[in-house]
């Protein structure tokens, strides 16, 4: 099954101190993982891919296939980190489709 | 910057009735999708659309569901008898290419079924 969990609906920090968001995800193929955020009131957005292994905002997601996670990560949380992020699998890699599945995502809040 | 547009931003209709939900998306875009999120839901794929044709669809997509690219830019969502538990945030995507990876995301189309 294809399948992408977040277990934290709210994940509440204040500024200045690390943030984890957690993903695990179920498939039978070789994954390719990504992180979306939306802040309020905009669009989905591309926040980084395990491929890349880039550092986006301060941001840092490994991608560990033993533990079939892909947790995000971010040593000093910035009130402008306040957002909802997804965690998403794409699956049909190279074909027509590539379509992507995600968490149900979690709601970072960064208290002053 | 390019972006992909959907119109409208909001459509309230009566169940039983035929709604169009339209996006454009970037222009040089080749690949197309459908996404919707129902309140408190996750985002799920719907529909994926390339060289005028589907490529992939879910289970959410049936009989009553239909996308087309009637004039090159615009890509629509037909649902032909709206249902109660079709009230959800659509959101419209697109990709430039097979091998690119990024699906760009439309601002989304809130639909609330009365």
């Known amino acids: 099954a294809q399948r992408v969990t977040q277990p934290e609906k709210l994940l509440s920090v204040f500024k200045g101190a690390p943030v984890e968001l957690k993903c695990n995800y179920s498939y039978s193929g070789s994954p390719e993982l990504f992180w979306y955020v939306q802040y309020s009131r905009q669009r989905l957005q591309l926040l980084l891919r395990?491929?890349s292994r880039e550092s986006i905002k301060g941001f840092t997601a490994d991608l560990n296939k033993g533990e079939t996670s892909f947790h995000l990560k971010k040593p000093f949380a910035q009130e402008e980190d306040s957002a909802m992020y997804y965690c998403a699998l794409r699956v049909g890699y190279g074909g027509a489709t590539n379509k992507l599945i995600f968490g149900t995502g979690t709601l970072l809040a960064v208290q002053p | 910057e390019p972006e992909v547009t959907q119109t409208p931003s909001h459509q309230v209709t009566q169940m039983g009735q035929e709604v169009i939900l339209r996006c454009v998306p970037i222009?040089?875009?080749?690949?197309f999708y459908w996404y919707r999120q129902i309140l408190g839901q996750k985002v799920e794929f719907l529909v994926s659309?390339?060289?005028?044709?589907?490529?992939?669809k879910s289970e959410i997509f049936d009989d009553q569901f239909s996308v087309e690219r009637p004039d090159g830019s615009n890509f629509t969502l037909k649902i032909r008898s709206t249902k109660l538990e079709d009230s959800a945030m659509y959101f419209c995507?697109?990709?430039?290419?097979?091998?690119?990876?990024?699906?760009?995301f439309g601002p989304g189309t809130r639909l609330t079924v009365t």
């Open positions: 395990h491929i």
């Open positions: 659309f390339y060289n005028n044709e589907i490529s992939e």
């Open positions: 995507a697109s990709k430039i290419g097979t091998v690119s990876y990024e699906q760009y």
């Open positions: 222009s040089n875009h080749l690949y």
